[in-house]
């Protein structure tokens, strides 16, 4: 038997990443990126959904690694090769190949250490965060009239695509922890104050979509990594202030 709700969003994600591919390929790249977007929204639906109505199955967990490797994998590194890395030549598709090999690689890690792994943290960051860095690239781009031929900060948009790629992939990848947010309870009563936030960082996105979405997935690949050297410096400060403190 198959629970017909939690699949239904996961099919509608993975509608929404075979569209992006196919967009990308008519060269609707715009189309393609809010496509990887609504994917991303999906998906995080499709869990909250299993788990609000008590409907989690091994099929819908499966169906929704596979969903998730044509939206988060192979269809954002086909966005951004066909944008702007076609014309690298062996760079582009390799750059395009280590994204997509990196998304496989972190969907099988995160199966494979489901149970054994803190609930509050990804190891690595996760496949549709790194999409959306990925595929607000793009649209960002895009939105401000810059082509792949352009040149950005006096470097070819091109690199800069290449090298936003490269770190999405390699950063799946990664053993640094990234904040899952999965101990938050919707069902539970809030402060008004973080209502509040919720509604301004609404209001934010909907302003411009393109550029907030984009910051804050930018700032998300990056908090792993600000909070890995924060706490090797806590470590290794650690040691010495002990050793530090005079003896009674």
């Known amino acids: 038997m198959i629970y017909i709700l939690p699949n239904l969003f996961t099919t509608a994600a993975l509608f929404a990443g075979f569209y992006a591919i196919v967009q990308a390929i008519n060269g609707r790249f715009e189309h393609a990126a809010v496509a990887i ?44 090769y066909e944008w702007a890395m076609r014309d ?28 054994v792994v803190d609930k509050r943290y990804f190891q690595g960051v996760p496949s549709p965060a790194a999409a959306a860095l990925v595929a607000g690239f793009v649209w960002v781009m895009i939105d401000n009239k810059i082509t792949d031929a352009d040149y950005f900060l006096g470097i070819s948009v091109r690199y800069i695509a290449c090298v936003v790629t490269i770190f999405a992939g390699v950063s799946m990848v990664s053993n640094v922890l990234f904040y899952s947010g999965k101990h938050i309870n919707l069902r539970r009563a809030v402060p008004f104050a973080v209502a ?22 930018v700032c998300y690949s990056l908090s792993g990594y600000v909070m890995w050297v ?19």
């Open 88 to 115: 690298l030549g062996k760079l582009g598709w390799i750059a395009a190949f280590i994204y997509c090999v990196g998304a496989a690689l972190r969907l099988a890690r995160f199966n494979t250490n489901i149970d």
């Open 230 to 248: 924060v706490r090797r410096f806590s470590r290794r400060n650690k040691p010495a202030e002990s050793s530090s403190t005079p003896s009674q």
């Open 37 to 80: 977007f609504v994917a991303m929204v999906l998906d995080g639906l499709d869990g909250r959904v299993a788990r609000l109505t008590n409907t989690q199955s091994d099929f819908g967990a499966e169906y929704d690694s596979l969903s998730d490797m044509v939206s988060f994998g192979v269809a954002p590194s086909l966005v951004i």
């Open 196 to 217: 509040l936030v919720f509604v301004v960082a609404l209001l934010m996105v909907v302003s411009y979509p393109p550029g907030v979405l984009f910051g804050l997935f």
